[in-house]
């Protein structure tokens, strides 16, 4: 099968199709001929070592000190199930399914867990749609629920509200009753209106502390803000939440959850097949859409590659090994 393989850590240029080995399903196992998958934030630091803050040595301890350990990267993917393993029940070859596989989805098979992070793909979504979707839904339902632990009536302000997760997070805030702002650049305004944003902040001309407003909730998965310059935008008992966070948000998390009545909350999030079921349905009524950056195909991965680094995406990098919808 072909496959976008790395062998050491740099710039895109790195990465290259090769023909390699298709995996061997395992007895609870499915292979899925992979019709789109995705370039996100994490292949992106996985393939260059650009790990942030505190992650550096542990993120590089896990990728492999000398060199990469799994060379085909790749965290998502949709597509239709070829083969399955004698203990698998749940899923019959042909069915269209969308999840997680940890790695290894830039190639045109990856073999998953049956019980792991894979659901059913909505028939009203394209193969594309559907690999738009996981990584950041996931992150932004399990942020806002579990951690910020979002509550119907608050207001929540979304950084980075055109991203891979922040869309999302605009979407499900929404879904779950809150008032939702976005804080994003000029170009994607429009876009995080249209996602359900009350107010949208265009950082390129406003500060979003300059106006006096405040929240219960500012989430902020690109690392773009601080507990100590936000601090006065958060409402009594609010929670400044973090997806990127170094030394300085872990010793913020400690001291505030003991002390003051404004905290900030980290954590990491688990990709859970349960939560990937309930943002399946979501998808289907509608209640929460993919938001889709570009297409490239598997050939020019590279240049998806550096339209991720270039943290000027909105939503999703797609990637297409199979054509059509």
């Not at 994607?188 to 265009?202: I, Q, W, Y």
């Amino acid at each position: 099968m072909k496959a976008a393989v790395y062998d050491r850590y740099g710039p895109p240029d790195v990465v290259s199709i090769r023909d390699v080995p298709t995996p061997e399903p395992g007895p609870k196992d499915i292979l899925v001929a992979v019709h789109a998958t995705t370039v996100n934030t994490a292949d992106w630091r996985f393939r260059a070592a650009a790990f942030p803050g505190i992650m550096a040595v542990p993120g590089r301890l896990m990728a492999g000190v000398f060199g990469p350990r799994q060379k085909i990267l790749g965290g998502e993917f949709a597509g239709r199930v070829a083969a399955v393993g004698s203990d698998v029940q749940r899923f019959r070859p042909g069915d269209a399914v969308f999840g997680f596989s940890g790695q290894r989805a830039h190639a045109e098979f990856v073999a998953v867990r049956a019980d792991g992070p894979v659901a059913i793909k909505p028939p009203s979504l394209s193969f594309a749609g559907a690999a738009a979707v996981p990584f950041g839904a996931s992150a932004a339902l399990g942020f806002l629920r579990d951690f910020a632990k979002i509550a119907a009536g608050e207001r929540v302000l979304v950084i980075g509200a055109s991203g891979g997760v922040g869309v999302y997070a605009v979407q499900l805030a929404r879904h779950f009753g809150a008032e939702v702002d976005g804080v994003c650049g000029t170009d994607n305004v429009e876009l995080v209106c249209s996602l359900g944003a009350t107010r949208v902040f265009d950082h390129q001309r406003e500060d979003f502390r300059a106006g006096g407003e405040s929240w219960d909730v500012i989430l902020d998965p690109v690392g773009r803000t601080t507990f100590a310059a936000s601090r006065t935008a958060l409402r009594p008992g609010g929670r400044h939440v973090f997806l990127e966070f170094g030394l300085t948000e872990i010793v913020q998390a400690l001291t505030t959850s003991v002390s003051g009545d404004r905290r900030v909350v980290i954590g990491v999030s688990g990709d859970t097949r349960e939560d990937l079921d309930l943002i399946a349905g979501l998808l289907e009524t509608g209640a929460v859409r993919p938001v889709i950056d570009g297409l490239y195909p598997l050939e020019r991965i590279v240049e998806a590659h550096a339209r991720v680094e270039s943290r000027h995406k909105r939503g999703s990098v797609v990637v297409t090994v199979v054509e059509g919808p």
